[in-house]
């Protein structure tokens, strides 16, 4: 662990890094999008699948920040650019493959709306990452818990893609809360009441 917490203090690896969270969050959806060559999910069609993939990333790399950088503030930047690099391609991946014609000025309607959503959720999803990652922990939980659900929904997209798994789909939604409490613990989330407190609404 200690060797490979050295070669996460380079700066290109924890750009890197940021990169590969976003295009472990999107991944799903690589695999969809082989039908309609967009990538990331498309606001009108599947605005939630949007949220998770903004959400997920974020919870990703917030913990990586914790865990790995040790909170430091010069870490938790970088990644955030391999973050933002990573999600700024996906999205402009999507509006090439459902508007071609978008780069040459004539952007339609959905397009636009695209945009308007994807800037948002960035920007959203920046500013929860940073907050998980440099709150001190029993506030931060507030946080993870509500990143920490998006985990589970993603665990039912992908258990619907894989031949077989598709009726246990249903009880994946109940990883995010697990997966949380191991986040929790990951980062030295120990006492009880914080524990407890973590979990409220």
Not at 147 to 156: N, P
Not at 165 to 192: M, N, T
């Amino acid at each position: 662990m200690g060797s490979m917490r050295r070669v996460w203090q380079n700066w290109w690896m924890q750009l890197v890094g940021g990169i590969l969270m976003a295009a472990i969050a999107v991944l799903p959806w690589l695999w969809i999008g082989e039908k309609d060559r967009a990538i990331l999910p498309v606001a009108s069609d599947d605005a939630l699948g949007l949220i998770i993939v903004f959400a997920l990333t974020a919870l990703l790399g917030s913990w990586c920040v914790r865990r790995v950088g040790r909170g430091r503030t010069g870490f938790a930047v970088v990644t955030a650019v391999g973050m933002f690099l990573g999600m700024l391609a996906l999205g402009a991946q999507g509006i090439q493959a459902t508007n071609p014609a978008a780069f040459s000025g004539d952007l339609s309607k959905a397009s636009v709306h695209q945009l308007w959503v994807f800037g948002s959720l960035l920007v959203i999803s920046q500013a929860w990452y940073f907050l998980s990652a440099k709150l001190r922990l029993p506030v931060a939980a507030l946080f993870y818990a509500m990143l920490a659900v998006s985990l589970g929904y993603w665990l039912q997209i992908v258990a619907s893609l894989i031949a077989g798994a598709q009726s246990y789909a249903i009880y994946l939604g109940y990883a995010g809360a697990l997966i949380l409490g191991l986040i929790l613990g990951f980062v030295g989330f120990l006492r009880a009441s914080n524990l407890i407190f973590g979990y409220c609404p």
